[in-house]
């Protein structure tokens, strides 16, 4: 009997103590940021990628007066 009072006062002082809890938090949300922002990246990293090509296509043409003019 002493001995499944004594395994029964250690899971109560386990189920007590919260040493930890604020660590496990902060992995927790810490790993949740993370995944959102690689969520995030991948769902506009193609919109990116084609308005970046689209600005590039736009400036290709434009002289700039301290540039030499270009060469036909």
């Known amino acids: 009997m002493r001995l499944s009072t004594s395994i029964l006062a250690r899971l109560r002082a386990f189920a007590v103590d919260d ?3 604020a660590t496990v938090d902060f ?3 810490t790993a949740l940021g993370v995944t959102l922002t ?6 506009i990293s193609g919109s990116v990628t084609g308005l ?3 600005i590039g296509e736009a ?7 301290w540039e030499p003019p270009p060469e036909d």
Request: glycine share 14%; charged share 15%.
């Open 19 to 21: 040493d930890g809890s």
């Open 27 to 29: 992995v927790i949300g």
């Open 38 to 43: 690689i969520a995030v990246m991948q769902s």
């Open 52 to 54: 970046s090509d689209k």
């Open 59 to 65: 400036i290709t043409g434009i002289h700039f007066p």
